[in-house]
C-alpha cells in the first residue's frame, strides 16, 4: 500500500488535480481508516493553485486555509525560517478544554468530524511555505495519533520532491503555452531553429506554407521549388541580423521571408541562448490597409503612404500615377518627400522598410 501511495503522489506532478484523490489516500495510510482527513494548504498567496483537500465536498478545499492566520491555534508556531527541509508541529500540547473552546475547532474542523491535527511545514526551491495537515478523528485514541506522525514523516520527503518538481512543470507548461499562443496569433508565418537549423517550433501558418511547396520534414525545412529553396537555404546560413529575401511560387504569389536571432551572433559576447539560435518569418509580400495605416500614423503623409506602398508592390511610378490619377511628376515629388522622411534615398530601400513594417504584427 505504500508504494502505491508513494506513486500516487509522484503522479501528481503532471496532473495537479490528482491531489485531491492522493490526500485521501495519506489520510487513509496514516489513519489506519477512511476516518479523518489531509489537506495541503500553501501559505502563500501566489500559490493559492496547490490548495486540496481530501473530502469530496467542495469546501474541503478550503480546509485550514483561510483559517490558518485567523483563527487557528497553530498560527503562532510558523515559523519564519524553516529549519532544515520541513518542520513539524502538531496540537498535541493543547489540553481538551482549549479544543473543546477554540473557535477554530469548534465552528470549522468539527463540521469535517475531526479535531487532532498534525502537521509539516516545509519549502519549496522558491522558498514558498506550504503545509501538509492531516486530520485525525475527534476520538482518536492516543497510540494510533503517535502511529499516525511516524507515517507521516514518512511520506513528506515525496512530497515535497513531488511539489517542487511540479511547480517547475506547471511554469515551464504555463510559459510554453504562453509563447505557443503568443506565435500562433502572429499574422505571418514563423519557425524557429536551434545551432544546427532543426526546426524546434513552427505555428499553424508556417505548416500552412506547405501549399506554396514549403514544408518541414525530419525538423528540416523542405522546399518544392528551387527559387525558394536556394534563398531560404542562404537565409539560414546567415550571420547577419534581420536579412530578408523574396521568392515566388508557381501561383506566382510572392513571399518575404527574413531570418533574425535570439542571441548576439558576436563572437566575443557570450551566447544568450543555448536552446534557441534563430527564428525565420514568411510573410505575403503584398503591403496591404494595415500597413498603409502605420505608415500613415507614424511616418508618412497619407499621400506618401499610399504611394510608397504601392512601391513596394512592385508597381511603377507611371502605373502608379494613372492609378490615382495624378501626373508622373506629383507622384515622384511624393516619393521623394517620403525619401527625406524616412531619411532613405532610393525606391528599393523604401520598399525594403515597408517590407519591415508589414512584417510587424
Known amino acids: 500500500m505504500l508504494s502505491d501511495i ?210 518541414i520534414l525530419n525538423n528540416r525545412i523542405k522546399n518544392k521549388y528551387e527559387e525558394s529553396k536556394i534563398k531560404i537555404e542562404k537565409l539560414l546560413q546567415s550571420s547577419t541580423k534581420d536579412t530578408f529575401a523574396t521568392f515566388s511560387t508557381k501561383s506566382e504569389k510572392n513571399f518575404i521571408a527574413k531570418i533574425g536571432f535570439f542571441n548576439n551572433t558576436n563572437e566575443n559576447d557570450q551566447d544568450t541562448s543555448s536552446t534557441f539560435s534563430k527564428f525565420l518569418i514568411i510573410h505575403d509580400c503584398n503591403i496591404n490597409k494595415s500597413t498603409e495605416k502605420v505608415l500613415k500614423n507614424f511616418f508618412l503623409s497619407p499621400a506618401q503612404s499610399k504611394i510608397s506602398c504601392m512601391i513596394a508592390n512592385g508597381l511603377p511610378v507611371k502605373d502608379i500615377a494613372k492609378s490615382l490619377n495624378i501626373t508622373e511628376g506629383t507622384a515622384r515629388q511624393t516619393i521623394k518627400e517620403a525619401f527625406t522622411r524616412l531619411d532613405i534615398n532610393s525606391q528599393v530601400k523604401l520598399a525594403s522598410f515597408i517590407k519591415d513594417i508589414n512584417c510587424l504584427p
Open 6 to 215: 508513494i506513486r500516487n503522489i509522484y503522479a501528481t506532478i503532471d496532473n495537479r488535480s490528482l491531489w485531491k484523490n492522493s490526500l485521501a489516500n495519506i489520510a487513509k495510510y496514516c489513519n489506519g481508516s477512511d476516518e479523518g482527513g489531509a489537506a495541503l494548504v500553501p501559505l502563500d498567496p501566489d500559490c493559492v493553485q496547490w490548495r486540496y483537500g481530501s473530502s469530496k465536498t467542495e469546501d474541503s478545499d478550503l480546509l485550514y486555509y483561510s483559517q490558518w492566520q485567523g483563527k487557528s491555534p497553530l498560527r503562532a508556531y510558523k515559523p519564519q525560517s524553516m529549519p532544515g527541509d520541513f518542520f513539524y508541529i502538531d496540537d498535541s500540547f493543547l489540553s481538551d478544554e482549549k479544543l473543546d473552546h477554540s473557535p477554530f475547532y469548534q465552528e470549522y474542523l468539527k463540521n469535517f468530524g475531526v479535531r487532532r491535527l498534525q502537521n509539516c511545514l516545509f519549502e519549496n526551491f522558491q522558498g514558498k511555505k506550504f503545509l501538509l495537515s492531516v486530520q485525525k478523528p475527534i476520538n482518536a485514541p492516543t497510540d494510533t495519533v503517535l502511529a499516525s506522525k511516524k507515517k507521516l514523516l514518512m511520506l513528506v520527503p515525496h512530497i515535497i520532491q513531488a511539489i517542487n518538481i511540479g511547480d517547475n512543470f506547471y511554469s515551464n507548461k504555463n510559459a510554453k503555452d504562453c509563447f505557443q499562443c503568443l506565435i500562433d496569433n502572429m499574422p505571418y508565418a514563423i519557425a524557429i531553429f536551434d545551432k544546427q537549423n532543426n526546426v524546434l517550433f513552427a505555428n499553424q501558418k508556417m505548416l500552412d506554407m506547405e501549399q506554396y511547396g514549403i514544408f
